[in-house]
T-cell receptor
Framework: LAKTTQPISMDSYEGQEVNITCSHNNIATNDYITWYQQFPSQGPRFIIQGYKTKVTNEVASLFIPADRKSSTLSLPRVSLSDTAVYYCLVGPWGSSNTGKLIFGQGTTLQVKP | NAGVTQTPKFQVLKTGQSMTLQCAQDMNHEYMSWYRQDPGMGLRLIHYSVGAGITDQGEVPNGYNVSRSTTEDFPLRLLSAAPSQTSVYFC?????????????FGPGTRLLVL
């Protein structure tokens, strides 16, 4: 399974756009990239998933360059409620079904007023 | 649609005691998993199941047992609790949704072993 590397922590201010980059140099052809968000005392929550180029939903955007060796989660105009840990995971379709997705330490985002 | 539910929310055990953490989902997902999360750490997979009657070990299975007699339920048993098992336990089920293949997590069970 592709190993991921992401910053341990990031700080931002309300209203700013936040970009969290994840490196996955050994990503395989059939791997997808998935991001989860975890608030304190809660289970992780799915944010977005993509394979290549750009994916956007009502919460975030995911940018994946052509070589797919990295990906960037973009959170537009963050608020205090976006303070959380963000996990980048890489694995083939079906890997979450077999429990093969590996959660690292994630990136702790602190949004300040 | 309750999603993934877990009971109890909190539990205090003495070393050597046994207990069962309950997990249920109402999304008809075939795949379910148990994770533990220690303070400041990511989630580590304990056991998972790809369907009723089928279970397999994850990264940290020692000291835990699971069974899957129905699609809905996936209980986790601590055989003889140890202080090293103090953690937050999350159950998850997996299936398509939200624009991708998604794991849905329960609210967690906080376990303290004295």
């Amino acid at each position: 399974l592709a190993k991921t590397t992401q910053p341990i922590s990031m700080d931002s201010y309300e209203g700013q756009e936040v970009n969290i980059t994840c490196s996955h140099n050994n990503i395989a052809t059939n791997d997808y990239i998935t991001w989860y968000q975890q608030f304190p005392s809660q289970g992780p929550r799915f944010i977005i998933q993509g394979y290549k180029t750009k994916v956007t939903n009502e919460v975030a955007s995911l940018f994946i360059p052509a070589d797919r060796k990295s990906s960037t989660l973009s959170l537009p105009r963050v608020s205090l409620s976006d303070t959380a840990v963000y996990y980048c995971l890489v694995g083939p379709w079906g890997s979450s079904n077999t429990g093969k997705l590996i959660f690292g330490q994630g990136t702790t985002l602190q949004v300040k007023p | 649609n309750a999603g993934v539910t877990q009971t109890p929310k909190f539990q205090v055990l003495k070393t050597g005691q046994s207990m069962t953490l309950q997990c249920a989902q109402d999304m008809n997902h075939e795949y379910m998993s148990w994770y533990r999360q220690d303070p400041g750490m990511g989630l580590r997979l304990i056991h998972y199941s790809v369907g009723a009657g089928i279970t397999d070990q994850g990264e940290v299975p020692n000291g835990y047992n699971v069974s899957r007699s129905t699609t809905e339920d996936f209980p986790l048993r601590l055989l003889s609790a140890a202080p090293s098992q103090t953690s937050v336990y999350f159950c998850a089920s997996s299936g398509p949704g939200l624009g991708g293949e998604t794991q849905y997590f329960g609210p967690g069970t906080r376990l303290l072993v004295l």
